[in-house]
C-alpha cells in the first residue's frame, strides 16, 4: 500500500532511533553539566518532534534551558547562549530572541533559552510557550497516530506547504499533529482538507481571529496556531489533497524535480505569449532566510506596485533565491508609448489656471477640456520597463538588507537576455506553473 | 471698441429688418388666407428671435399656428401641415410633433401648429411652451438689451456652445435671452459665466433639478431652460469667458477656419506619440441630425466600451460628420499580446472543478492558483482591435439609422492610412485639440 511504502521511507529505523535518543541524552547531559560549571539556576529539556515522537529521518534537536521566572532577562539570554556555545560549538541566531544553532553527531540541534512558566498566560519570552505544545501533544497524541503524523508532514512538504518560516509559509508541525488529534488520521485529515471552504476556523471562539484558517491553539486560546500559513498554500494544500484522493501517488510526497526546458523551448514559449520578461538580479542578501523573504516579498510587491503606477501592466511575477536573487517579471509590454494623457482639475476649481500653466508648453497638445476637466497629452516619463526599474530601484522600500545587496550591484535583463543557462530552471517553473506532484 | 465691431457684423441693418418685417407681414397672410380658404379656425403668429428683436443677420422665421384647445390632435396635425405646405411648398418634418420648414424669400421658415392655451401648466403639446417664451422676453428684455443678446448669441457661436440641438447640446436663444435678463449685459454675462462653479443654478427650486447647469423657466417653473446643455459645452462656455476677459478678440466671435496639417506634419505628431489609431468609417445615415447625433455618440461609446472591455486602452476618440461619418480612436497600442490572464473561482468552490476542466487543455498554462483562486493564462480572442470592430461592429448597440448603414457599409482604417487628404482637417483637430479662438 502506498501509504506504508512511504512511511518505509520517511520513519526512522530503530537504530536510527536509538541514536537519536542516545544523542539526546548526552545533549542533556552536557548540558546540565555546563548549567552545574557555572553554578546557575536552570534545567534542560527537550522539546518539539522528537520529544513527541513524530520527527522524520534525521531530526532536528530542540533543547529548551529553562530558567526561573524570577531571571533577568539580560541573564537568561547571556547564560543562554553561553551553555548553547559550551554545549555546541555552534553559531548564535537571533530569532525574537537570541539562541544558538549547531550540528551535533550530523543533526542540527537549537539550544534555545526560556523561563519555566507555570501558566501559558504568564508567557514572558516567546518561545515559553513551546514546552506547552510539546505536553499537550505527548498527553494527547496516540501512538498509533505518529505516523498519520509524519505521513502527513511529508505529504505537506511534498506538496510544498510544510514549515511556518518565513521562506514557506506553510503548516508548522504543530499544526500537522493538531489536525492529525482533530481529524483522527492521515486519510481523514486529506480527506477532510479537500472540503475546506473559504474560511476554516477549528476551535472554540475561532470566529473572533482574521485570516483564512484559524486553529486555536489549546494550550493558549488567545493564539491562532495557523497564522502564518499564506492564503496560496491553504488553497495549495486543499487541491493538493483532492487530487490525491482521486488519484494517489507517490509523487505527493516525493515530487520529482521539476527539468529545466531547453532554451529553445522556453523562447518559443516566450515568443507565443507575445507578452515581455524582464528579471532583477541581484547578490542574495547576508542575513536569515526569515529575514530574508519578506523583505524579497516586499522588493516584489514594490516593483509591482511602481510598475503599475507608471502604467505597466504586470501579468505575473515571482522570485528564485540562490545565490542570486532572481527576480522574474512578466508584463503586458515591455514598452508604452511616449504620450500619457494627464487629467488635471476640473474646470471651475481654483488651481485649474496652475495646471494650464504648468502644461502650457511641455505636452504634446496644451489643455484641452474632457467633460468638466481639464486634460492634457504629456510625454511619458518612463517608456520602458528597464529604465524604469534602474532608476527607481535603489528607492523603493525592500528591507534593509535587499536594498543594502541591491544598491551594492544588481542588473536588469530582458526578454530573451533571460535565457542563460543558469535560470533555465527559474524560467521553466515561472512560465509552465506545473503543480510539483506534476512533474 | 471691439463689440461695436462685432455688432457691425451681425446687426441686421435698418433695411435688412424691414425686408424681414415686410417677410413676417406676408407669410402671416398668407396663413391667415389659407386658414379662411380651409375654414377653419385658427391664428398664425410670429414666435422665435424675430418675434423678439434679438435675432442676427439671415435669422430663422417661426410661424405658429395656433388652434383652439378643444381641437383633436389628428385634426392640428393634418390642418397645421396643410397650412404649411400651401404657404411654403416645403418639406414635412418631425421632431417630436410634426411641421413645415422651406425657404420663403431666402429666409428658412418653420411652420409649425400648436395649441392656444392660456396657461402653460396645460400644455398639450411639446411646443405650447414657446409663444409664452416670445411673450415673456418682450415684456421683459429692454430695447437696449436686444443687442446684448445678439452679441452673447454670437460669442457662443464662435465658441461652438450656440444651439440646443443634439448636434451641439449647447445653449438655446432663449437661454441667451435669459441669461442676458439675469445679468444685465453681455459684458456682466460674460463676466459672471467666468465665475460658475461646480453646479449652476438659477431660478427658485433651482436645486431640485439634476444637472450641471439648471435654469428654472421662468414661464415653466417645472422646466430646466439648461437640460439640453452638455457639461462639457458648460465648461468651455466658462473658460472661453474667463479667456475673453483676460483678452478680448474677434476670434471668439468669428475664429478662423481650422487649417488641416500636412500629411507630413501629421505623420510626426502621430509617430512622436507612439500611440496607435484607428478610424471607422461609414455612409451617413439618412435621418435628421437630432436623430444622427445621439446614435453616433451612442456608437462612439460602445466602440470605447468594446475596446475596453477586451482590454483596448483607448486615450481619445472622436467623430466627424460630412457625407461620411468619420469616427476615429487613438488607443495606448492597436496590439495586445497573445496572452491574458484568465481569473477563475476561489479554490474552494464548487464551480471550481468546471473552471478546470474547461481549460486545463486550452491555455497556454494548465489552471494555477493565486492565493486563493484559480487563475490561468489563455489565448486572447483579439489581439489587434482592427479584427475586433471589424468582427463585433453589426453586433453593437449604436442606434437603428447608424447601425443600417454601418451594416450596408463600413470600413476601417490604421494609423498612416487613416492620412488620406480629405481627413488631414479631422485628424488635425483630433490630434491638435485647439480651441475654437486659437487658430
Not at 548549567?35 to 527537550?46: H, Q, S, T, V
Amino acid at each position: 500500500m502506498l501509504q506504508d511504502r512511504v512511511l518505509k521511507n520517511i520513519l526512522p529505523t530503530s537504530s536510527e532511533a536509538l541514536e537519536i535518543k542516545r544523542t539526546v541524552e548526552e545533549l542533556k547531559s552536557k548540558c546540565a553539566d555546563t548549567i552545574k560549571k557555572l553554578g546557575i539556576n536552570a534545567e534542560p529539556i527537550l522539546v518539539g518532534s522528537v520529544a513527541k515522537g513524530t520527527y522524520l529521518k534525521k531530526p532536528d534537536i530542540d533543547i529548551f534551558i529553562m530558567f526561573p521566572t524570577d531571571t533577568k532577562r539580560s541573564f537568561l539570554e547571556k547564560y543562554g547562549l553561553k551553555i548553547g556555545e559550551t554545549v555546541l560549538n555552534g553559531e548564535r541566531k537571533y530569532a525574537e530572541h537570541p539562541y544558538t544553532t549547531g550540528i551535533y553527531k550530523g543533526y542540527e540541534v537549537d539550544i534555545v533559552p526560556c523561563y519555566k512558566i507555570t501558566n501559558v498566560k504568564e508567557k514572558m519570552s516567546a518561545v515559553d510557550r513551546t514546552p506547552f505544545h510539546t505536553k499537550y501533544i505527548i498527553e494527547n497524541l496516540k501512538d498509533e497516530q505518529k505516523n498519520d503524523v509524519r505521513l502527513l508532514k511529508q505529504f505537506m512538504k511534498g506538496v510544498g506547504v510544510y514549515g511556518a518560516e518565513a521562506s514557506v509559509q506553510g503548516f508548522s508541525g504543530y499544526l500537522c499533529e493538531l489536525l492529525i488529534l482533530k481529524y483522527g488520521s492521515f486519510a481523514s485529515a486529506v480527506k477532510e482538507a479537500g472540503c475546506w471552504k473559504r474560511r476554516i476556523l477549528i476551535g472554540s471562539h475561532a470566529e473572533k481571529f482574521d485570516g483564512s484558517m484559524v486553529f486555536v491553539d489549546p494550550v493558549d486560546e488567545k493564539r491562532n496556531v495557523a497564522s502564518a500559513l499564506s492564503a496560496e498554500n491553504i488553497s495549495l494544500f486543499t487541491h493538493a489533497c483532492r487530487e490525491y484522493i482521486k488519484n494517489p501517488r507517490a509523487e505527493f510526497f516525493f515530487p520529482k524535480k521539476p527539468k529545466p526546458l531547453s532554451k529553445k523551448h522556453l523562447l518559443k514559449m516566450m515568443n507565443e505569449r507575445g507578452t515581455g520578461f524582464t528579471a532583477l538580479i541581484f547578490g542574495k542578501p547576508d542575513t536569515i532566510d526569515d529575514n530574508l523573504y519578506p523583505q524579497l516579498r516586499k522588493c516584489e510587491k514594490s516593483i509591482v506596485a511602481l510598475c503599475a503606477e507608471n502604467d505597466f501592466k504586470i501579468v505575473d511575477s515571482a522570485f528564485y533565491v540562490n545565490d542570486e536573487i532572481f527576480m522574474v517579471f512578466e508584463l503586458e509590454s515591455l514598452e508604452l508609448p511616449n504620450m500619457k494623457k494627464h487629467y488635471g482639475p476640473m474646470v471651475f476649481m481654483p488651481n485649474a489656471k496652475d495646471f494650464r500653466e504648468k502644461w502650457e508648453k511641455d505636452g504634446f497638445t496644451s489643455p484641452y477640456i474632457e467633460k468638466n476637466r481639464w486634460v492634457v497629452n504629456i510625454k511619458r516619463k518612463h517608456i520602458n520597463v528597464k529604465d524604469l526599474i534602474n532608476e527607481k530601484i535603489t528607492g523603493l522600500s525592500t528591507g534593509k538588507d535587499v536594498s543594502k545587496s541591491v544598491r551594492k550591484k544588481f542588473k536588469i535583463v530582458e526578454g530573451k537576455n533571460i535565457l542563460q543557462k543558469k535560470y533555465f530552471l527559474y524560467m521553466t517553473m515561472f512560465i509552465d506553473k506545473k503543480f510539483r506532484w506534476e512533474y
